[in-house]
């Protein structure tokens, strides 16, 4: 017996197509992702600057150091790796805070350039500033090191940055013995507390403002 078969041509002609169509804009799309990522990659490792400006807008603090170091090991500009360490103590990365701060702190550039940075704060809020808004970014850097140094397990490290950071300079409002008093206070560390209570103790002071708040931290130290 001889047996007839039909075939739907329409039906076969049309997944057929399908196939076709889906396939071309499946090869379109990976193209244009390929497109992309070569296009980031350029601009990742061509601009690190902008990348780590792009970062830095979005509070994206841990990409934005990395792009920021790129930059330093592009430049070689004591400035980017002043960006590295801000970035670094925004993103709270202890690991990266003392990687890049110690390498600031050890440049000869360090005290002319955090001079620079206070005349630069100081003209942001108008001249205006005070014993109770002073700021140091000496004393920002140094304190943030100490109290990485320290979330790292190196207390003696963390007690001399601290040390070398008073050195010349009074008891200054938010300096890096506070800061890392009030590290120690937080962590309910008994023996560092005392340690620091002790040197701050036997700091000299230049006036009244600076002894109150000497105070100030000594009683915290108590607690």
Do not use: W
């Amino acid at each position: 017996m001889i047996k007839y078969f039909k075939f739907d041509y329409g039906h076969t002609l049309g997944d057929g197509l399908q196939k076709v169509v889906l396939k071309t804009a499946l090869k379109t799309f990976i193209g244009l992702a390929v497109i992309l990522v070569l296009a980031f990659t350029a601009v990742s490792l061509g601009l690190p600057g902008h990348m780590a400006t792009f970062f830095e807008k979005t509070g994206n603090y841990s990409f934005a150091t990395g792009y920021a170091s790129l930059a330093y090991t592009y430049s070689g500009e004591y400035g980017d790796l002043a960006r590295c360490v801000d970035d670094s103590i925004l993103s709270g990365d202890d690991a990266n805070v003392v990687n890049f701060a110690l390498r600031m702190i050890d440049a000869r550039e360090f005290e002319e350039y955090c001079k620079t940075r206070d005349i630069k704060t100081s003209d942001v809020l108008g001249g205006n500033m005070s014993s109770l808004t002073d700021f140091s970014y000496k004393q920002y850097v140094m304190g943030n090191l100490a109290c990485s140094q320290y979330a790292l397990g190196r207390k003696t490290d963390a007690l001399s940055t601290a040390e070398k950071a008073m050195k010349d300079f009074g008891f200054p409002r938010n300096n890096a013995y506070a800061m890392l008093s009030r590290r120690a206070f937080e962590n309910g560390d008994a023996d560092m507390k005392s340690t620091l209570a002790e040197k701050v103790g036997s700091l000299t002071v230049s006036d009244a403002d600076e002894e109150a708040y000497r105070k100030t931290i000594l009683e915290l130290l108590k607690l």
